[in-house]
């Protein structure tokens, strides 16, 4: 249960922003926070009166904080009566980066240091006051307690009894109106909405509406419970897409079985919507290259032990990029998408002329300095062009390729920092494989930048010297798929020379 351990009221001023900050730092320091937690409290209090004294149309006269601690978090409420921050949950999950409040309240960085950021505007709540809350987990484990049931019922003894009935299996969050289960609902962000339908303020109907436009909380699972009797009034309510409808009195054994039913459909839906995602994402990024580039043979192999992946090869006439985003599972698919896109059409516009790689890497870094998404996206890349019987090769923070034979293990000395981080420049490696030697590119799901190959790898990185290329690449991988520990997904590109090439 929540506890507040401190509270005060000022008068919004940038001169005062200090004053918050020390009083910050000795509630906190009581709490026994760690030190660099109670910078992050004390960046975000600064930032967050700084824009309520710069930013609304009306300009608050009044606000307070509150600081709640419960055995799991500790959070800090800021209450004002300024104009409303409109569009929040859509600023919070766009695409822009995390930085300074350039268009508007820096909010990005406060959410990037804490949990459960969320904002009420004053015309949801009874007070009429803005409340921007967030939180601080003593412990990632607890962030999100499963199985969380939010009732809304202004009837507290049919609500009594309810808690009574669910509170051995679930979580349960109780409000008696509309405004405060709103308020519930962004804050605790349960799996599942139990609303009457007629409430002095608005009902169930109202309440559902709000919620879609909040993506955090859209798709939350709501039954309404109801004693109404009034037709129009339920016909109007049940036009939404809700997942039940059960009249008052309601018997504890079927309510229970209703919400694990409807739980368990919602997880259904869930993994359904992940899995199809990830296919979608997993075949539109599949890894493709022909079998002879220029005057080499080439055998590729692809792996992903897990859904998503950052991995991604590009051939563009007789140049080759291959990129590893840093990251992993959807949302690192969702990137690749994007940068895979960005150099697709960079290598579009530059096919009249190809660049050496070292001068393409460099067009690179600076479209990732300057673009405000890709400045967030950490990727390494090698760019190798086919030139007749020689490549040329340079890399932005990629693994080393190795140089394969029967008797040695080279690694081509070639890097560069990662794309956007340097002015410095690339350079470029010219390689001209002998007819017993083979190239070997891959990605960190192999070996990690800047690893050597033990004794055990360099040996079966000779035997495959042995083997014809595909078969070759095949047992690479099989190295890969044998790992106990296997979480990155990895990309071979095994090249030699076609002795049959007459070019």
């Not at 979608?280 to 992946?309: M, S, V, W, Y």
Request: charged content about 20%; proline content about 5%.
């Amino acid at each position: 249960m929540e506890k507040v351990f401190a509270r005060w009221s000022f008068e919004p001023s940038l001169e005062s922003a200090q004053q918050h900050r020390q009083l910050l730092a000795v509630q906190l320091s009581a709490q026994a926070l760690p030190l660099d937690t109670i910078e992050n409290f004390q960046l975000a209090v600064s930032e967050l009166i700084v824009n309520l004294c710069r930013y609304p149309l009306i300009k608050a006269k009044n606000a307070s904080v509150q600081l709640l601690r419960t055995d799991d978090y500790v959070s800090l409420e800021l209450y004002d009566n300024g104009a409303s921050f409109r569009n929040f949950s859509q600023y919070i999950n766009s695409d822009q980066p995390i930085g300074a409040a350039e268009s508007g309240m820096g909010l990005k960085l406060i959410d990037s240091l804490f949990d459960d950021l969320f904002y009420v505007p004053g015309c949801y709540r009874d007070d009429g006051l803005n409340l921007m809350a967030f939180k601080y987990y003593f412990s990632k484990a607890v962030q999100k307690k499963s199985n969380s049931i939010l009732l809304v019922d202004d009837d507290k003894v049919y609500q009594a009894v309810l808690t009574a009935y669910l509170e051995k299996d679930y979580q349960v969050y109780q409000a008696d109106s509309v405004s405060r289960g709103y308020e519930l609902l962004l804050r605790q962000q349960p799996d599942l909405v139990i609303c009457d339908i007629n409430m002095p303020g608005g009902g169930g109907g109202y309440l559902f509406d709000l919620l879609q436009h909040v993506p955090a909380v859209a798709c939350t699972s709501f039954i309404y419970l109801s004693g109404c009797t009034d037709r129009q009034l339920i016909s109007e309510a049940l036009s939404r897409p809700i997942d039940a409808f059960v009249e008052k009195p309601v018997q504890r054994q079927q309510l229970l079985q209703l919400i694990e039913k409807t739980l368990e459909r919602q997880r259904y839906l869930s993994q359904q919507m992940h899995r199809e995602l990830f296919q979608r994402a997993t075949l539109g990024l599949q890894p493709q290259l022909p079998r002879k580039i220029a005057a080499f043979d080439c055998a590729l192999r692809h792996c992903i032990p897990q859904e998503g992946g950052g991995d991604f090869v590009l051939l563009h006439q007789s140049q080759l990029l291959m990129a590893d985003l840093m990251g992993h599972g959807l949302q690192a698919k969702t990137y690749v998408y994007a940068l895979a896109g960005y150099l697709r059409g960079l290598c579009s516009v530059l096919s009249q002329e190809q660049l050496a790689p070292c001068k393409l890497l460099n067009v690179l870094s600076n479209g990732f300095a300057d673009d405000p998404v890709l400045r967030e996206t950490l990727a390494t890349i090698a760019v190798i062009n086919f030139n007749h019987r020689e490549l040329s090769i340079a890399s932005a923070g990629h693994p080393q390729p190795l140089l394969i034979s029967a008797n040695t293990i080279t690694s081509v000395p070639v890097q560069g920092p990662l794309l956007g981080l340097s002015q410095a420049g690339y350079r470029e490696q010219r390689i001209q494989l002998a007819p017993n030697q083979r190239l070997l590119l891959y990605s960190d799901g192999f070996l990690d930048a800047g690893e050597e190959p033990n004794q055990e790898m360099l040996d079966n990185l000779k035997y495959s010297a042995q083997l014809p290329l595909q078969q070759a690449a095949d047992f690479l991988m099989q190295l890969v798929y044998e790992r106990e520990l296997q979480s990155d997904d990895c990309t071979l590109v095994l090249l030699q020379l076609d002795p049959n090439y007459k070019g």
